[in-house]
């Protein structure tokens, strides 16, 4: 089925629970996890079956929204690049990546998508890996470094292990209190999810810190706590 | 060629030295042979001596909205006033925002350093966007 417009932010939220279960085996079968492998339920056997139903599935989720997904042999030193202009959307990937490349490269494109939500006319480039140009300004490479942070959360099918004001389905912050702590609560969240995207766009150590499990953790309770509405996502 | 109106040929017998112009003005520092090897990469009919006549105001045919705009794709210059007023003259119009040309020329300058086969993908689908082409794979392989 084809969307009629893009929402980034359903999309994301539609393919991100795939991405976080095992890897269908052949006959529909889903692989059980196993503990302490890096892919949940895959082993390094399972590894390439998996990346390439990862790159798969993102793809269709993306065509699916409209996005015109191409693959070109001629690509040698981009991985991949966007466009988004009032004829649409579309990216472009290097049609010789490996599965688990492939699957990044489509990760990556829709981890620009979220931080293109303006829909205003704009292109991104994607390079192979060693092959960036030197030209490149700072900001570009903070944002791709933000960008390849933000895929691999998503890949991974851990939308908790990125900023929430990243992510397209944030929503204003709710808090069950009431009066001045609930105002204080409110008011402290809003700083602390900012101070972490902020974060999040200058430090590649924060990117990885805040993507390990017990920042996970840590972020979540402050977030529980301060917005006291339940279990949420983390800040 | 192709029988053309009256009104047709009559119009473009009048802008074509002005137009000429403008072409030239779009190649900037570029070199014909250059040019005519970028429009040959996106698909485009266009010799070095044609480039060299149109920009003589010595072509017969009036100049396409496709042409026109692979010209100043090529050159870089969507966002150059001679484009406009090279559509302008012609009778063409884009519906693309002018903030939006100048952001596709300063992509297509941010590429120049990619080695040639990524920069022909590239100009090909920021083509597509300008023009709307519906192509597809088969059609646009080299």
């Known amino acids: 089925?084809?969307?009629?417009?893009?929402?980034?932010?359903?999309?994301?939220?539609?393919?991100?629970?795939a991405l976080a279960r095992p890897a269908p085996l052949a006959g529909g079968v889903?692989?059980?996890?196993?503990?302490?492998?890096?892919?949940?339920?895959?082993?390094?056997?399972?590894?390439?079956a998996h990346d390439a139903w990862r790159a798969e599935l993102l793809r269709r989720a993306l065509e699916?929204?409209?996005?015109?997904?191409?693959?070109r042999p001629e690509l040698q030193t981009l991985e991949a690049f966007g466009v988004i202009s009032a004829r649409g959307v579309e990216i472009t990937i290097a049609a010789d990546l490996s599965a688990a490349d492939r699957a990044l490269a489509y990760a990556r494109c829709l981890a620009r998508l979220v931080l293109h939500d303006d829909r205003q006319f704009a292109t991104w480039f994607h390079y192979r890996a060693g092959l960036t140009p030197g030209h490149l300004s700072a900001a570009e490479r903070r944002s791709s470094a933000v960008v390849d942070a933000m895929a691999r959360a998503l890949l991974g099918g851990r939308l908790q292990a990125a900023p929430r004001y990243l992510l397209p389905t944030a929503s204003p912050?709710?808090?069950a209190a009431s009066g001045l702590l609930g105002d204080c609560s409110r008011a402290l969240l809003v700083r602390l999810h900012r101070a972490s995207s902020a974060l999040y766009w200058r430090s590649d150590s924060y990117q990885a810190l805040r993507a390990t499990a017990p920042m996970v953790r840590l972020?979540?309770?402050?977030?529980?706590?301060?917005?006291?509405a339940g279990?949420?996502?983390?800040a | 060629m192709a029988e053309r109106d009256e009104v047709q040929v009559r119009k473009w017998d009048a802008i074509r030295a002005p137009v000429g112009g403008r072409l030239r003005e779009l190649r900037g520092n570029?070199?014909?042979?250059?040019?005519a090897g970028d429009l040959e990469d996106l698909g485009y009919r266009l010799s070095q001596s044609s480039i060299c006549r149109y920009e003589q105001g010595q072509v017969d045919a009036p100049l396409s909205l496709e042409r026109l705009v692979?010209?100043?794709?090529?050159?870089?210059?969507?966002?150059?006033?001679?484009?406009?007023?090279?559509?302008?003259?012609?009778?063409?119009?884009?519906?693309?925002?002018?903030?939006?040309?100048?952001?596709?020329?300063?992509?297509?300058r941010h590429t120049r350093t990619l080695p040639l086969p990524d920069q022909v993908v590239v100009r090909r689908r920021l083509l597509w966007h300008l023009l709307g082409l519906q192509d597809d794979d088969e059609e646009w392989a080299p």
Do not use: N
């Open chain 1, 1 to 17: 089925m084809m969307r009629s417009t893009l929402d980034v932010g359903r999309l994301v939220a539609s393919v991100v629970p």
């Open chain 1, 173 to 175: 912050e709710v808090s």
């Open chain 1, 64 to 71: 699916e929204w409209g996005i015109r997904c191409r693959e």
């Open chain 2, 70 to 108: 692979g010209w100043a794709l090529c050159c870089e210059g969507l966002s150059a006033p001679a484009f406009h007023e090279l559509l302008a003259m012609a009778g063409y119009r884009l519906t693309a925002a002018v903030p939006d040309l100048a952001s596709i020329d300063e992509t297509l």
């Open chain 2, 30 to 35: 570029r070199s014909q042979a250059l040019l």
């Open chain 1, 219 to 228: 972020t979540s309770r402050v977030h529980d706590l301060l917005s006291a």
């Open chain 1, 231 to 234: 279990p949420q996502r983390a």
């Open chain 1, 30 to 48: 889903t692989e059980p996890p196993v503990p302490g492998a890096g892919r949940a339920g895959a082993g390094p056997a399972a590894a390439p």
